[in-house]
């Protein structure tokens, strides 16, 4: 017998004996997104992944604190407290986020909105997620949030200039290098056009 499920919030086709098994497995799992591949049975949870950028609160500002980049040279990432201040005083034209994969904080992004020039100006993915795909994902939905929320036609990421694989991150990502450089940060671009 197969089986067809679909909603809005999420879609996967699975082929299944039987159908009661399936409906456990759903309501086991909080959350899909709809770009979940699923293969088998047996990688139904595996493939589950959702990222999500959340308000910072005062429930969970305090694990966010406690992030860390990993980065051997401390000035190529901000500490998450100096965003926070620096959010905090200039709280009209930035937007502050814990980065979750379903319900594990795995980083922080820090974006400004002012001026019509969005820019996501301090981005982390703690040590433990790194290098599985968790940036990728959490930079691309940074991306549609401000073209969706601020209607970005361009964003910048300024990068620090010896920080290499930064540059190739953003990148990957479609991110371009400009002639833009302040206090030793490029600016690498990203146009919508």
């Known amino acids: 017998?197969?089986?067809?499920?679909?909603?809005?919030?999420?879609?996967?086709v699975e082929k299944l004996q039987n159908p009661s098994v399936l409906v456990e497995q759903i309501n086991s799992l909080c959350v899909f997104t709809c770009s979940t591949s699923l293969k088998r049975k047996s990688e139904l949870v595996e493939e589950k992944r959702l990222i999500e950028l959340r308000t910072i609160t005062e429930d969970n500002f305090q694990q966010?604190?406690?992030?860390?980049?990993?980065?051997?040279?401390g000035s190529f990432v901000d500490p998450v407290?100096?965003?926070l201040a620096e959010a905090w005083v200039y709280y009209q034209d930035t937007r502050p986020f814990a980065i979750y994969n379903d319900d594990v904080m795995i980083g922080f992004v820090l974006m400004y909105v002012g001026e019509q020039n969005c820019q996501i100006i301090n981005f982390?993915?703690?040590?433990p997620f790194q290098r599985k795909g968790f940036g990728t994902e959490a930079a691309r939905l940074c991306i549609e949030y401000l073209r969706n929320e601020y209607s970005a036609n361009k964003i910048s990421a300024?990068?620090?200039?010896?920080h290499?694989?930064?540059?190739?991150?953003?990148?990957?990502l479609g991110f371009c290098c400009?002639?833009?450089?302040e206090d030793g940060y490029m600016f690498m671009r990203y146009s919508f056009t």
């Not at 982390?124 to 040590?127: E, K």
């Not at 300024?158 to 010896?162: D, F, G, I, T």
């Open 164 to 172: 290499a694989a930064a540059y190739k991150f953003w990148s990957r």
């Open 1 to 12: 017998m197969s089986i067809l499920f679909c909603t809005t919030k999420f879609q996967f």
């Open 178 to 181: 400009s002639d833009t450089v």
């Open 81 to 83: 407290s100096y965003s």
């Open 64 to 73: 966010c604190l406690n992030l860390n980049a990993g980065v051997q040279d």
């Open 158 to 162: 300024p990068v620090k200039l010896e």
């Open 124 to 127: 982390l993915i703690d040590y």
